[in-house]
């Protein structure tokens, strides 16, 4: 006679492999070890696919440890157009020209917005946020950010906003946020 | 450049979730399908176009060859596409590339999608973790971490369109789009979500990213769709009924939308849409174009499309719903299929679901859904942040 498999163990077996608590493992397949099931009915299994990084930001490094180490924004400057761009990029897409970092301010405008209520598992607890585009005092493109509001009911387009710096930073770009600007 | 027809066009049932097939055995059945309603077996196709989305939907890397393997394309040349959303027209327009170039006389062009086997454990539902594997495809050094979703950057897009516009379109524009596609796919047998909903059910649904709520987004869908092209020869000899492929134009516009000269309008479709007039020859799409497959990706969008088609005046697509125009009694019907919103979006496969509708109407053949004296049709697929691609396809009937 086969031996039958002993669902427990398949809980077991299966949270330590995709790394998701035994509690919700048992949940959510419940069904298949306790219920009738037919042989021939469908079977889904858990899974995940994964991998690893140490990824490097070439040419944008030091605008990032700009913000980690110094709580500083830049831009870049291209040589050619004059031309400002944040986030930054090291040659110029419309003149093929190297660009040089510039200090910005900080401030800017709310050019457009939307508030999210409902986001992805990632970000399933945050919600509702504001995020939009921001034109920076000194440059020329828009920059995507979260704008930290009491009353996310309040964002406008136009409203002006200032760049502020998380305490712990981690050398990525949510060690920036906007929060509005009383004017 | 050779022309290009459309001998055989299938879609299969658009649903949430198709528990008992896998993507390829999806692909295995629309082929099946779209080979009858063309009337000839495999042997004839000389080479086939993937187009498939995401990857990460799939959990497959290159899903494609499992695919060709499934449907038993061996050795055929094959190539897969993918451009978001626009996968489906993507798709279409390389098929046309090979037939048009004469590379190939006949070709498949296949898309297929299934998204719901992501899932998040801790909510017990899938949804979070679809829109994470979508997520993926911002840009992940300075988007992606910051929460916005796909709705997100579309709502950005429609509310700089209101602050252009005075507002426009409106609440109730919006929801009458949503109320619009939901009763249209009523009457199309494929359609996941066919509802009649009232403007207010719509606007009182839960909020998903302001300003568009529940109703305003399209769907998750699972499903497959097929279309077979062929050089004219082939098509004289084979088809009674073949549906040319007379006008197509794409476009990629710049992905970190910041890098765009503004956000009220769509600039890829725009450039898509004038470059497939000027191919087909058309001087005033809205007399010269009898229905429209518009990606109603959202409410909002799908207006924005009315103008980036051309079939009005910049600002002033709102008024194309209040007045009935694109209702399926006026004179330029829109989105006949349900559109993404009433349909389903099973992405790669979308466009070419919302081509297979336009084939039916132009050979009389969409049943309760009928447009009368059909002769030309467009479709329009977008994809990427923001409507970066676009294609648009101009399909026309032998007169
Ligand atoms: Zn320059």
């Known amino acids: 006679m086969p031996t039958k498999i002993d669902a427990q163990k398949w809980y077991e077996r ?3 492999r995709i790394g998701v608590p035994v509690d919700l493992i048992r949940q959510n397949y419940r069904e298949e070890f306790e219920g009738e099931k037919d042989i021939g009915e469908p079977l889904e299994i858990p899974d995940k696919m994964e991998v690893f990084y140490k990824y490097t930001y070439g040419q944008q490094s030091r605008f990032f440890r700009e913000i980690r180490e110094n709580q500083k924004l830049y831009g870049a400057r291209c040589k050619k157009c004059g031309k400002v761009f944040c986030p930054p990029r090291a040659g110029c897409p419309h003149c093929f020209e190297d660009t040089e970092w510039l200090p910005l301010e900080g401030t800017g405008t709310l050019v457009t917005y939307t508030i999210v209520y409902f986001s992805n598992s990632v970000f399933a607890r945050k919600v509702p946020f504001v995020c939009g585009y921001v034109k920076l005092d000194g440059t020329d493109f828009l920059i995507l950010q979260s704008i930290y509001m009491d009353d996310v009911e309040k964002a406008r387009p ?16 949510t060690d920036i946020y906007f929060t509005p600007v009383d004017e | 450049m050779r022309r290009v027809a459309i001998i055989g066009a299938a879609t299969t049932k658009f649903k949430s979730r198709w528990l008992d097939r896998t993507y390829y055995e999806l692909a295995y059945d629309v082929t099946k399908e779209v080979l009858a309603d063309a009337g000839i077996g495999k042997d004839r196709i000389d080479s086939c176009v993937y187009g498939m989305y ?7 890397y290159q899903p494609d060859l499992f695919a060709h393997d499934y449907i038993g394309m061996a050795p055929r040349p094959a190539v897969r596409v993918n451009t978001g959303g626009a996968t489906g027209g993507s798709a279409i327009r390389m098929g046309m590339a090979e037939v048009a170039s004469g590379m190939s006389d006949v070709t498949l062009v296949l898309g297929v999608e299934k998204c ?3 899932f998040n454990y801790e909510a017990g539902i899938t949804t979070p973790e679809v829109l994470k594997s979508i997520n993926y495809t911002a840009d992940m050094t300075y988007e992606f971490p910051t929460g916005r979703t796909a709705a997100s950057v579309f709502a950005l897009a429609v509310i700089a369109h209101q602050e252009k516009y005075g507002g426009l379109p409106t609440r109730e524009q919006m929801a009458k789009v949503s109320v619009k596609n939901h009763r249209n796919a009523v009457k199309n047998p494929v359609a996941q979500s066919p509802k009649l909903l009232t403007v207010e059910d719509v606007i009182n649904a839960r909020m998903i990213s302001y300003p568009f709520g529940f109703y305003d987004n399209c769907l998750y869908t699972e499903g497959a769709a097929a279309v077979i092209l062929a050089s004219e020869d082939v098509a004289r000899k084979l088809c009674p009924k073949p549906i040319w492929i007379t006008g197509v134009g794409a476009a990629l516009d710049w992905a970190f939308l910041g890098n765009r000269p503004n956000l009220y309008e769509f600039h890829s479709s725009r450039e898509a849409a004038v470059r497939a007039y000027k191919m087909a020859g058309i001087t005033n799409p809205r007399r010269e174009i009898d229905l429209a497959e518009l990606h109603d990706a959202f409410t909002g969008t799908e207006i924005m499309a009315y103008e980036d088609c051309l079939f009005c005046e910049p600002g002033e697509g709102g008024k194309l719903i209040d007045q009935e125009v694109v209702e399926p009694w006026g004179d330029l019907p829109v989105n006949l299929s349900g559109g993404l919103i009433g349909c389903g979006h099973a992405v790669g496969a979308t466009g070419i679901m919302q081509t297979v509708e336009v084939v039916m109407h132009l050979r009389g053949e969409a049943g309760e859904r009928q447009v009368k004296e059909a002769r030309r049709g467009l479709v329009q697929s977008i994809g990427g942040i923001a409507n970066a691609w676009t294609v648009v396809l101009i399909l026309e009937k032998e007169v």
């Not at chain 1, 136009?158 to 770009?173: A, F, L, N, S, T």
């Open chain 1, 14 to 16: 299966n949270s330590k």
């Open chain 2, 116 to 118: 719901n086997d992501c």
């Open chain 1, 158 to 173: 136009g409203m002006r906003v200032k760049v502020c710096y998380q305490e712990e930073r981690d050398g990525r770009i």
């Open chain 2, 54 to 60: 995401n990857d990460l939907f799939a959990r497959q």
